[in-house]
């Protein structure tokens, strides 16, 4: 019990750290396009990899076939995210506030239906971030939810591009060079696409086993170069604290990377599963070309237009009920997939 006449002090809130990092969305994904049509398309030219012929000057040239493209088409997923602002709220000491209260119910409120509107946005940026690990682990993101039978969007990235290893081949087994299967992976990678996967993305279980690699543990950089400074050791992308520079060898740049989220059933698992590698080349034009592409909001009071979310709040009479809702038509599209790799590697 707390008697009134006990003085107490509130030193400060101490927040939650649940701002999700976008770090494979950034890296891997920079581009972002809305299009208000229900599906999005890119054209996609075939690799032409032919030799000029030869010939004599006497003779006609010999026609040469323009290369072909394909057309692949993808419909985003939807998301809705609805909350009650319950009426209590608004009448109740928020966390920060003067014991007693000093603050009016409609000022709380306000504060409420922000607080409502930012833990929605940072789901839907979760939800993006573990699209894009999908696309970059299997080539293709599985969609399915209450009332929303499962689909599975295939980019269509080459099968090969997706092992686990097993028996003596796994990483951490005798005379197994991670550094030689990162380099065998990367040169599959060129081959099929013709990118140059230097960006390496680990779980730290996986770097655990990398590190003890000879070839990487004696020429390993840990120096991250910038244009106008040098940074040594393990380096934070960003403002966020799980994905980590930690060294480079040759071409490749290492990262580690392992962020928390919460399953709708409330497991908690990890956007980069234990074991797990991505070797991917990043860029919009020379890497992976992933976009993030957002879908028209199909809701009138939104106009249809396509924005990455759409927040709204309305009031019901009777019973009085407020309600906030935020809206999202998101799929990470990774327009060249064959530019990227991923192995369970024990």
């Known amino acids: 019990m707390v008697s009134l006449y006990d003085t107490r002090t509130l ?21 972002i396009v809305n299009f208000d049509t229900d599906t999005i398309e890119f054209d996609k030219l075939d690799r032409a990899l032919g030799l000029a012929p030869f010939c004599s000057p006497l003779v006609q040239g010999t026609p040469v076939r323009a290369k072909g493209y394909q057309t692949d088409t993808f419909t985003p997923a939807y998301m809705k995210l609805k909350n009650e602002v319950g009426l209590n709220r608004p009448l109740k000491r928020r966390h920060g506030e003067r014991f007693g209260g000093d603050q009016s119910p409609n000022a709380r409120r306000d504060q409420v239906l922000v607080e409502i509107v930012q833990e929605q946005y940072f789901k839907a940026l979760r939800r993006k971030e573990w699209m894009a690990s999908a696309a970059l682990r299997t080539g293709s993101v599985i969609v399915e939810g209450e009332d929303y039978p499962r689909q599975s969007v295939d980019f269509g990235r080459d099968p090969a591009h997706t092992v686990t290893l097993t028996g003596a081949a796994r990483w951490g087994e005798a005379g197994v060079s991670p550094l ?24 730290p279980t996986a770097w655990a ?51 928390p989220y919460d399953t709708p059933g409330g497991v908690r698992e990890s956007f980069m ?5 991505i070797i991917a080349a990043p ?64």
């Open 273 to 277: 599963p234990a074991n797990t590698v």
């Open 209 to 259: 086993y990398a590190r003890r690699d000879p070839q990487i543990d004696k020429i390993l950089d840990h120096r991250y170069v910038r244009p106008t400074q040098v940074e040594l050791g393990p380096l934070s992308r960003g403002e966020g604290r799980w994905g980590t520079y930690v060294g480079s060898v040759g071409q490749f740049d290492f990262w580690t990377y392992t962020q």
């Open 180 to 203: 030689d299967d990162i380099q065998a992976w990367s040169d599959l990678v060129a081959d099929s696409s013709g990118a140059a996967a230097n960006v390496v993305v680990m779980h």
């Open 11 to 31: 030193q400060s809130v101490i927040s939650g750290l649940d701002r999700p990092q976008m770090f494979l969305t950034e890296v891997f994904f920079p581009s």
């Open 283 to 346: 860029g919009e034009d020379a890497g992976v070309a992933g976009y993030q592409a957002h879908g028209a909001i199909k809701d009138p009071s939104a106009g249809y237009q396509p924005v990455e979310i759409y927040s709204k709040n309305w009031i019901e009479q009777d019973p009085a009920v407020e309600w906030v809702m935020s809206q999202s038509a998101p799929l990470m599209v990774p327009a060249r997939p064959n530019a990227s790799f991923c192995a369970t590697v024990r």
